[in-house]
């Protein structure tokens, strides 16, 4: 016999989001992954946050596997992560690392919480005799905590652990637990582990008001709050309070909990300061201040006053800048752009600022109850750690060094970075990095000889449908509260024997320990019942092997229930005088029958195989379209790429030799086509486009139609990549096509390059940004073309780098930039810095109060109110250069509905979801990469093209598939083809196929959500295991 | 301005008008067919189809303005056109029928692609025996608008339906041609068009129209209208009044005995199989008794008033209030008050009416992330 291949397993060093993420998609693929984490709880910040924009709610569960959903407890996710794939170790630390790519021999250091979460039944005795409290750092001091607590309120199981800085180990804790559970001598354990791939995830965290002196001097009171921390301050679990007052909370300021009703934001706290070496822009803060002045109105009312103050209000991002102009349109929040200088306290407690409006020209000062602080990103000291341990040097910007044209690969092969780490990320890009530093784990664990884990698909006999249901009944009574229960559990018994198709009822004693397992076991093998239920404690935590129990009894895993009995026993226990009379036994036994009835009528639920074609068609020849398909193809997945041009490359491959970063798209783009033609698992079809798809994951079947033979063929795919880029914006304003010294940054460029643009003897040139760019455009989508109501992220950058080339060139000249907001984001904040440090002059300028532009002598004059001087200035240039931003392509509207995929307001593909699911569509089986996305940089693409194929590849990896066992099904026999199902459907898993004259369901893509059963009116649509007859059986016994 | 063209009839030669219009529009290919409410035989008059290859002579029985609906004709608009028979067919129909039929195609159950759909004015319709008795004291239709206008439309002992006499829909809306006679003087109706395929299909048939609906007509449907509403709201008050609570529900529906007639009638009920047949409802023997021993005792049948809630969650939103239901119930279950007033409530709610437009989407097939905030709570 073969000996037994190891399985693949990747450590990931950080449970933040990018963490998570990068290891659900490898335990996704199969491979088995450790789950570190240096603080005790798993979530990283976003632990904290209640609300994300701009959805302005959670949705952090989204990130979900959304096939082989069964794998994963599906959970709310800040509450908890459940794989079977996945090992969590929280409190715990990488501090050894030895040997190389496919074979680290690594060592953890695990840290003593005291408590032995294991044993421990999260009912927190300890916590109420713990003599020891201190300001909780969850709530940033807003509350207390014991020396013994739950770092994170909500996780389940609860996560408690002992603080030895303060404990005075009086043993209180020790005395007080029924599960002995606490042993106050722990010692920090020393794990040994191997693995073959590393992905580096520990992030970032932000500061808080004491952290810097910069910042520190703004903090006069409690009620100067840092970002965060205001979180925390609208939050439920915070000191948010939303009871007792008619619906509407209260925002407590933190000094006298009194409300806050006038809130003011100071933007850039503790970034962009050359000064104090942080030249950065922290990326995060204006959206993060955004949606908190939306939120504060939402929580507290309309009539709080926001005010947000600002530097540059930077909405790069997609859908940034229509979220800022929802906030301050519907929702009133008002932005006044002044860098505020300090915060005096009034005797009143109220918070004084004084601000010059640059709309009047005049100062003011004014009263607010609380001052947030936007604190930034700062990287963690452990940066320095990592390097030490991996053996690399920081980068000048104290980051960790990666390859040129990517942001998560290190020059140390198979270990990996994603998140923070990589530099400044918000959520979307977290998620996206985690996905693709996932992506690169997994390519090289599939040149390793290693095994993945196989979906466990069980083949159960689908005779028990025929049987009469004879339901076995098992309680634990639970032997540690059983004395004060005030549950009749003999009456229990006897009562429920007596009903009509329940075969057994044990009780039994323990059945979290191995005697109460075993007792489990006899009483299972024993069994004559076909349907089991059983109530225990915890269930989310032994749901799994006692599922697997009594499947090896010979139980059908659909026709086993277990819920969560003990917290109706501990309910009964703690019965005071207080409460009225309850009578518990027959509490439990309503709950019970309940949950019989449902079993009775409960279907047995079997996986259906779906048979996988390993082909996935790339839509988009670019950079972005070649980097998946190689990615793709280099994992054995079969690839056809399709570009409707003669030739690859797309605008970046063939047109950008240089960026700003140093890097050369077109020396890139000709390598990855050499790459892509020499790959045998590619097929390049150029001149040709995709002009019908059918079919659902898996199976897909498209109509490729070559323009020049103008013949039309069918390739059968399993899912497919969209990368189908954008194009340069055109413009009519500002006089361009009327003087050939109006040119656009592109044209300066390219004429920098070839030097045709001569500007050694030129004396001023003046730049426009956002030419098109940021206008919400009135008319109806198209009619207005030049008008996009979104940043193009790029022109800034690009702006600034064709300034700093020509003063360069001839220092002497004069650069006006005319902006509106300067989106120097992340580092680039750098050469934003450079270029005033060399004398480039940047006014700026609104939208009511355009720049004016008049051809005089054949040189362009421009004219703009300069607000220092205030006063309206005209400035013959040499050259005026139009920062024309990119426009989305204009086939994605045709794409969209062959697809059936939607695009924004921009024209621009619309992802399922903009923070969780970046990469791929709400239908199933279709990702996006690139600019067909939103405006990016070419390293940013890349990321995408990287966790687009990481997407696809897990979703193809195997030539079968499972699907769930609860999803919906269509009665045809009842159907009416009303279609209802198929709008409501919000995973586009239905269709209604015409030639059939039939509703059909994504077995793949359905999530078992329940609207299509909502809204069907005679059960023709059903979700397998909720019917209708199960649920008011279920009803009517509780009643 | 409208568009119209004035059809003047001789004193009980309104309906020889129409039928020669009709024929006409037949004859000139505007039209491959003709459903409309045409005199029986025997007694009665019924919604009939005649296609050009039929007996185009039997048009000439047509009555249109008949004050009777034997069956609310969007399920039969919907049976002829659910699945395209690529006929150009008229149909004529009233205001209550089109409501319903706007609702149905919104529910994929009917296809107006090759219909010219025809309103009329309405101002009631008596009880399908009632209707007889009707005819039998030798009254037209004529007869009957004329009086009808004026408000008199109590004959002996029977007058119009309930739901007619708080119907503030008198004259169709989303149509393509309209017969208007309310108030157009005794010896004139004017047929309005629409819409473009309106247009074309008089334009087909060679009719000019040169003439426009006079103000006195649109005045008095207005003054109408208000009436109904009145009317209406008044009814609503009565109806909340007296079927408040759950007690009063069952003595509502106290004589119910499960036959499903209101169901067959609703033109808005489309399933092909109620929910109330499928084995949903088909409950064990041991399921009986164990509901008569927790409640004491159990009428049978059962799941009557459950029934009726059911139904209304199904169909409250598309209730276009035609009051088929009521007429339909072989006990003389008033169901119209409730149904109507409960769905003018719920429509209200998702700020929707029934049958007012075709681009209107029906709640609940869209996803709205700030609906009923009220109701859910505060979610964020």
């Known amino acids: 016999m073969a000996e037994k291949k190891q399985t693949g397993t990747v450590l990931v060093t950080g449970a933040g989001i990018s963490g998570i993420k990068a290891s659900l998609e490898l335990a996704d693929i199969g491979y088995k992954v450790l789950l570190t984490d240096s603080s005790p709880q798993i979530g990283g910040i976003l632990a904290k946050l209640d609300h994300q924009f701009p959805t302005d709610h959670c949705g952090m569960c989204r990130i979900l596997p959304m096939i082989g959903r069964e794998y994963a407890s599906q959970y709310c996710m800040r509450k908890g992560l459940f794989h079977e794939n996945i090992e969590i170790l929280p409190f715990t630390k990488l501090v050894k690392v030895e040997g190389d790519a496919g074979n680290y021999k690594i060592q953890l250091q695990k840290k003593a919480r005291y408590i032995d979460t294991d044993k421990c039944n999260g009912l927190g005795k300890c916590i109420k005799v713990c003599p020891i409290e201190k300001h909780d750092e969850f709530n940033h001091g807003l509350t207390k905590r014991k020396a013994v607590y739950q770092p994170v309120p909500y996780s389940t199981p609860e996560m408690l652990l002992i603080d030895m800085d303060i404990c005075t180990k009086c043993d209180e804790c020790v005395k007080i637990c029924p599960t002995n559970a606490i042993n106050l001598n722990a010692e920090h354990e020393i794990l040994e582990k191997e693995v073959h791939a590393i992905i580096l995830a520990s992030g970032v965290k932000l500061y808080n008001t004491k952290e810097f002196e910069d910042v520190k001097s703004y903090a006069v009171s409690k009620d100067v709050v840092s970002s965060l921390a205001f979180e925390r301050i609208i939050s439920g679990t915070g000191t948010y309070d939303n009871t007792n007052y008619n619906n509407k909370g209260i925002i407590k300021r933190p000094s006298d909990n009194k409300p806050a009703e006038k809130i003011a934001w100071i933007q850039c706290m503790g970034s962009r300061n050359k000064r104090q070496k942080r030249d950065y822009c922290s990326s995060i803060c204006c959206m993060f201040a955004l949606k908190e002045a939306v939120l504060a109105k939402e929580k507290a009312g309309k009539n709080v006053e926001t005010t947000i103050f600002y530097m540059d209000m930077r909405t790069f991002g997609k859908d940034f800048y229509r979220y800022k102009e929802k906030a301050v349109n519907e929702h009133n929040v008002k932005l006044i752009r002044c860098r505020v200088q300090g915060v005096m306290l009034n005797p009143d407690k109220s918070l004084l600022i004084r601000y010059f409006d640059p709309k009047t020209n005049e100062f003011f000062t004014e009263t607010y109850d609380m001052v947030v602080l936007s604190t930034g990103q700062i990287f963690k000291q452990d940066y320095e750690q990592i390097a030490k341990l991996f053996n690399f040097k920081l980068t000048s910007q104290g980051l960790i060094p990666t390859k040129e044209y990517n942001k998560i690969e290190l020059n140390k092969p198979g270990v990996f970075i994603c998140g923070s780490l990589m530099g400044l990320t918000d959520i979307s890009e977290a998620v996206s990095s985690g996905i693709a530093a996932a992506g690169k784990a997994s390519s090289l664990l599939s040149t390793l000889d290693v095994a993945v884990i196989e979906q466990k698909v069980i083949s159960e006999p689908k005779t028990v449908e025929r049987d009469l249901p004879l339901i076995s009944v098992v309680l634990c009574k639970c032997s540690e509260k059983e004395s004060k229960t005030n549950i009749d559990f003999n009456m229990l018994k006897k009562k429920l024997q007596t009903l009509n198709q329940v075969g057994e009822v044990n009780i039994i004693d323990t059945a979290c320990n191995d005697n109460g397992k075993q007792e489990l076991i006899n009483l299972l093998e024993k069994s004559k019942c076909n349907r089991l239920l059983m109530g225990l404690c915890q269930p989310f935590i032994y749901r799994k092997s006692l599922k697997n129990l009594a499947k090896k009894a010979g139980f059908i895993s659909s026709l086993i229930e277990i819920f969560d009995l003990a917290s109706l026993i501990y309910k009964s226990v703690q019965t005071d005088e207080t409460m009225p009379d309850i009578n518990w036994t027959k509490q439990a036994l309503n709950e019970i029958k309940a949950r019989i009835e449902n079993l009775k009528f409960k279907p047995a639920l079997y996986v259906e195989p779906l048979e996988i074609n390993q082909t996935v068609l790339v839509v988009g020849g670019g950079i972005a379209g070649m980097y998946s398909a190689l990615a793709l193809a280099n994992k054995n997945i079969n690839v056809h790429l399709i570009e409707k041009s003669d030739k690859l490359g797309g605008y970046a491959g063939n047109h950008i030799e240089n960026t700003i970063e140093g890097l050369k798209p077109v020396s890139m783009g000709k390598d990855l086509q050499i790459k892509v033609f020499e790959h045998k698992n590619i097929i390049i079809h150029l001149n040709c486009e995709v002009t019908e798809t059918k079919g659902s994951l898996g199976n897909f079947k498209s109509r490729i139609t070559d323009n020049i033979k103008e013949k039309s063929t069918y390739l059968n795919h399993g899912a497919a990549i969209l990368a189908t880029g954008a194009l340069k914006s055109e413009t009519q304003e500002y006089e361009y096509k009327n003087s050939d010294k109006i040119l656009t940054q592109n044209e300066l460029k390219q004429g920098l390059e070839t030097k045709e643009i001569n500007i050694e003897n030129a004396e001023n040139i003046v730049m426009i940004q956002c030419v098109g760019s940021r206008e919400i455009s009135s008319g109806e989508i198209g009619k207005e073309k030049e008008k996009q109501g979104y940043c193009s992220r790029i022109c800034c950058i690009g702006a600034i780098e064709n300034a700093l080339k020509i003063k360069e060139k001839n220092p002497d000249i004069r650069i006006f930039i005319l902006y509106r907001d300067i989106m120097t984001y992340g580092f680039f904040e750098q050469y934003y810095t450079k270029a005033r440090a060399q004398g480039i002059i940047f006014v700026n300028y609104t939208l009511n109060n355009k720049p004016e532009v008049e051809i005089i002598d054949d040189k362009p004059v421009v004219a703009f109110k300069e607000h220092v001087l205030n006063s309206q200035v005209k400035i013959s240039c040499d050259f005026l250069i139009l920062s024309t931003g990119i426009a989305s392509e204009t086939s994605n509207k045709q794409l969209g509905k062959i697809f059936n995929v939607p695009i924004n307001e921009d024209g621009f593909f619309v992802e399922a979801d903009s923070k969780w699911r970046p990469i791929e569509f709400q239908k199933t089986g279709f990702f996006l990469a690139g600019t067909a996305h939103s405006p990016m940089f070419l390293k940013d693409a890349i990321l995408q093209a990287e966790a687009a194929s990481q997407k696809a590849h897990a979703c193809l990896c195997n030539e079968t598939i499972y699907t769930a066992g609860t999803i919906s099904k269509v009665h045809h026999s009842l159907c009416v083809q009303c279609q209802r199902c198929v709008d409501i459907c919000p995973y586009n898993a239905r269709t209604y196929d015409e030639s059939l004259n039939k509703i059909i369901v994504d077995n793949a893509a359905c999530q078992a959500c329940g609207m299509c059963a909502v809204v069907c009116q005679n059960n023709a649509s059903e979700i397998m295991g909720f019917s209708d007859k199960q649920i008011m059986a279920m009803i009517d016994m509780a009643l | ?380």
């Open chain 2, 1 to 380: 301005m409208s568009k119209s063209i004035k059809l003047s009839f001789k004193k009980g030669e309104l309906n020889k008008e129409l039928a020669d219009f009709f024929k006409k529009m037949i004859e000139k290919n505007a039209i491959d067919a003709l459903l409309a409410p045409m005199t029986q035989p025997n007694k009665g008059v019924m919604q009939t189809l005649v296609t050009k290859n039929s007996n185009i002579k039997a048009i000439d029985s047509i009555d249109p303005f008949a004050p009777v609906v034997p069956v609310n004709g969007a399920k039969i608009a919907s049976s002829i056109t659910a699945k395209p028979s690529n006929r150009k067919v008229a149909m004529i129909l009233r205001s209550c029928e089109i409501r319903a039929l706007v609702e149905l195609v919104k529910l994929k159950q009917a296809n107006l692609d090759d219909v010219l759909l025809i309103g009329i004015d309405c101002i009631g319709r008596y009880e399908n025996l009632d209707f007889l008795k009707f005819q039998e004291q030798g009254e037209t239709s004529e007869s009957f608008i004329e009086k009808g206008v004026a408000g008199n439309t109590q004959n002996n002992d029977y007058d119009i339906s309930k739901a007619c006499k708080i119907c503030e829909f008198p004259r169709p809306d989303n149509v393509d041609l309209r017969l208007c006679i309310i108030d157009t003087g005794s010896d004139a109706l004017y047929i309005e068009s629409l819409s473009l395929k309106g247009d074309k299909a008089l334009e087909k048939a060679g009719i000019d129209l040169n003439d426009s609906v006079p103000a006195s007509s649109s005045n008095t449907v207005k003054k109408l209208i208000k009436e109904r509403i009145n009317a209406r709201d008044k009814a609503f008050e009565e109806y909340r009044e007296s079927s408040n609570s759950f007690d009063d529900l069952e003595k509502r529906f106290a004589a119910c005995i499960n036959c499903y007639n209101c169901r067959v009638a609703c033109p808005v009920c489309y399933c092909k199989e109620c929910v109330f047949v499928t084995d949903t409802f088909r409950h064990n023997g041991d399921q009986y008794m164990a509901w008569a021993d927790s409640f004491g005792t159990l009428k049978m049948p059962a799941d009557t008033t459950f029934y009726h809630l059911t139904r209304m969650s199904h169909m409250s939103l598309f209730c276009v209030g035609c009051g088929q239901c009521t007429s339909a119930c072989p006990n003389d279950i008033d169901l119209m008050p409730v149904f109507r007033t409960v769905a003018n409530k719920t429509q209200d709610r998702f700020d929707y009416q029934a049958g007012r437009a075709f681009d209107e989407a029906q709640p609940l097939t869209i996803f709205d992330h700030d609906e009923f905030v009220e109701v859910t709570g505060q979610v964020k």
